[in-house]
């Protein structure tokens, strides 16, 4: 429990105004179904999903006596030249949950080395079928790939990437789909923007050749830079400029995972089937820390083909890939998606939901509202000369409201656990209209 200020100095929070934070803390400490509860004791209702993780809503039962049960069974096991069997089976079921041949699953510990992860496959993907010349990554600006030095490098935030030096070598952008101008207020996919693809042919291909090209990086829906959704037609295009000249294509679905958009996976909702797909979050509904990789068919043959039998085939693993608690979590977490039903019922919820979030197009400030599945984004009309400023204020009273929302420069980015009610989404939405009201400047 919270024991006063003098308490909070020695923790070096992440992602956190540290300074703001102490003077001002906010405190969780417990949590069920749809609510936090604060250190002082106020309920608070969870719009995030944690932070986009907790898709099944906190604290449930199936998931938590998982976790004991395989705390007191089997705490350990190394996972280098050495199994469990939950690991296996979880690969198992991740593969039927997957489409096409994304059949193969690498185990990491978060969305970050799940990035880092797949990036080492694709560069010795390309090294095992003789193509070694492929080193060049390419990602998108206001990509987020996590915060290890392999996904700051190919994403696009400037904040993420600024102290932080060279980062890798080799690294392009393609440029980001968003334009208020061109797809504000846009239900669903914009129309605008699909032609923003072909920049990969025109100027990156141009530029340094697909023979030097290992992989391109996304998110099918950019979530971190504060939910900017695909235009229409525009993965499709990314595919076809990949498979015309032998570039793998990296989805990453660490928060588009898991029923985020109303379906399974991104990849399955907009047809179009990536060569890596990088998962975490949602995958134990945020209860252990766990992410994985899972490859098609062909990238896998191609890195176990090149290596002499009986040799590690590719020299990259974690201590607690495939922990016993994060597998035993997993496994529980599928079962609650598919008992519920939950990927459906987001998928049924999403049109409600759209239909609220676009209810806050009159209030002040607001330059902008998106939304796809059970995720949103509203922008807000910046304070001149204070980037950042009015989202957070707008956090700020959410919270003292009891609300949690996520706000990421100037914009607010809801995306409940996929349990909410139907009155609980105009609980979100209503308060978040209380608080833009009460906005002075
Ligand atoms: N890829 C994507 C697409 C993510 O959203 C990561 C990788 C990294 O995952 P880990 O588990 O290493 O944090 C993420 C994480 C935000 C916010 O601003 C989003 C994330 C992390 C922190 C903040 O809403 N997503």
Known sequence: MYAGDSDLGSYWMPFTANRQFKVAPRLLVSARDMHFTTHDGRKVLDGVAGLWCVNAGHGRDKIVNAIRQQAGELDFAPPFQMGHPLQFELAKRLQLLLPGDLNQTFFTNSGSESVDTALKIALAYHRARGEGSRRWLIGRERGYHGSNMGGVSVGGIAANRKAFGNLLTCVDHLPHTHSIAHNSYSRGQPSWGAHLADDLESRIIALHDASNIAAVIVEPVAGSTGV??????????????????????????????????????????????????????????????????????????????????????????????????????????????????????????????????????????????????????IELEPIPQKPAARAFEVFQRCYEKGILVRTTGDIVALSPPLIISKAQIDELVDGLKEVLRALSH
Do not use: W
């Open 228 to 377: 900017l959704i695909p235009p229409r037609g525009y993965l499709e295009r990314l595919r076809e400029i990949c498979d015309q000249h032998g570039i793998l294509l990296i989805f990453d679905e660490v928060i588009t995972g898991f029923g985020r958009l109303g379906s399974s996976f991104a990849c399955e909702k907009f047809g179009v089937l990536p060569d890596l797909v990088c998962l975490a979050k949602g995958l134990t509904n945020g209860a252990v820390p766990m992410g994985a990789v899972t490859v098609r068919q062909g990238v896998y043959d191609t890195i176990m083909g090149a290596a002499p039998a009986n040799a590690i085939e590719l020299f990259h693993g974690y201590t607690y890939s495939g922990h016993p608690l994060a597998v035993a979590a997993a496994l529980a977490t599928l079962d609650v998606y598919a008992e519920e039903g939950l990927f459906a019922r987001a998928a049924e919820l999403a049109p409600y939901f759209e239909h609220a979030v676009h209810s806050l197009r009159e209030l002040p400030f607001v330059i902008d509202v998106r939304n796809l599945g059970m995720v949103a984004g």
